[in-house]
């Protein structure tokens, strides 16, 4: 592999996060590897965060961050809501925490969490803005240099529609000064920040072995990122939200229920939906992929009372959309699938 290949990802990813950033680049891993490498650079031992807390994520935020020996502190949103910027910010005030997390697309709830707004509180009390974007970016408007986001993380299985296997992150310049001066080094070869910087060209010194990039994910990423620069960020961000609104139009015009009730807090490329009552929800879902569509269940606690319904890239249109409601409501009114 070329050279050139990790710098074609590195400009579409500049592109993608709308940022600027030398350090642009991409940690060998799923998902989780992005929190994981954001929260090993960012943060020592003994230093806090605050999580913002709208699902799953931002426990997951607060279980690694007590793993790493950071104090946590959490603001959480009351259920299938998000935490209003003015609450986050005052959290700030209270804690003045070295750094804070944000999931903007909450999986396990189909929240899109707003972050406009933060970085004048994060930037008064000296506090890093940390962003997950797995589950939003491309399919939610996300602009890190101008929401002024220190850190941001994502991966290539939703909305680029490329195989799982790399985490695609980016560092401002305010957490690479944070990065620089740590009094320890960061515990982990692999996720620094440095060494991954420079083996992905970002610090313009000749690369050094790092380790071994997983090259295939490489290429794949490169195609998904040319594919959405084709489309234009402002075209997808749309597609989602015009397709995301056709799907709640029908589900709710075939009596089912989305969990997030106030149609802004909704993302725009997965959408909860309750089980109805009386109503197997696993059972549909099995019976759903045995058709070739697969609805997931709910995460956690809630697995066999919520449904989530991807509308990650290709998967935003509105044929798609149409018989994914038509075999939804085909199941339900099948009585083997009732309770
Ligand atoms: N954050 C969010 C919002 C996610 O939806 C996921 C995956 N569902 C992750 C992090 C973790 O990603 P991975 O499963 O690729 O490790």
Not at 117 to 126: I, P, R, T, V
Not at 268 to 273: H, K, P, R
Not at 307 to 321: C, Y
Request: glycine residues 8%; contains cysteine; hydrophobic residues 35%.
């Amino acid at each position: 592999m070329t050279f050139q290949v990790m710098h074609d990802v590195r400009d579409g990813l500049k592109y993608l996060f709308q940022t600027t950033n030398d350090f642009t680049m991409c940690a060998s891993g799923t998902g989780h590897s992005g929190m994981e490498c954001a929260f090993l650079n960012l943060l020592e031992r003994g230093e806090s965060l605050l999580c913002v807390t709208t699902g799953l994520w931002g426990r997951r935020a607060e279980s690694l961050g007590q793993r790493l020996g950071l104090q946590t502190f959490v603001v959480e949103a009351p259920q299938g809501e998000v935490v209003s910027v003015e609450e986050i910010s005052k959290a700030i005030e209270q804690h003045k925490p070295t750094a804070m997390f944000v999931c903007i697309g909450e999986s396990s709830t189909g929240i899109v969490q707003p972050i406009q707004g933060l970085s004048e509180a994060c930037k008064k009390h000296n506090t890093l803005l940390i962003a997950d974007t797995v589950a939003s970016i491309g399919a939610e408007p996300f602009k890190m240099d101008e929401w002024g986001v220190d850190c941001v993380y994502s991966a290539t299985q939703k909305v680029l529609n490329a195989p799982p296997g790399l985490a695609p992150i980016s560092f401002s310049k305010r957490a690479m000064d944070k990065i620089r001066n740590r009094k320890t080094k960061v515990a982990s070869f692999y996720f620094d920040a440095l060494e991954l910087g420079n083996y992905w060209g970002c610090d313009g010194q000749i690369t050094r072995y790092h380790h071994t990039a997983p090259i295939s994910s490489v290429y794949a990423i490169r195609s998904a990122l040319s594919i959405i620069a084709n489309e234009s960020l402002e075209h997808s961000w749309e597609r989602h939200k015009t397709n995301v609104k056709l799907l709640h139009s029908l589900l709710e015009e075939n009596g089912f229920e989305c969990f997030v009730q106030k149609p802004e807090n909704r993302l725009a490329c997965l959408t909860v939906v309750k089980v109805p009552q009386g109503v197997d929800g696993k059972k549909v879902t099995a019976s759903l992929l045995g058709k070739g569509l697969e609805i997931a269940n709910g995460l956690g606690e809630s697995a066999a009372k919520l449904w989530r319904i991807g509308t990650f890239g290709g998967n935003s249109d509105e044929q798609k959309i149409r018989n994914v409601v038509k075999m939804l409501k085909d199941e339900v009114q099948n009585p083997t699938n009732k309770l």
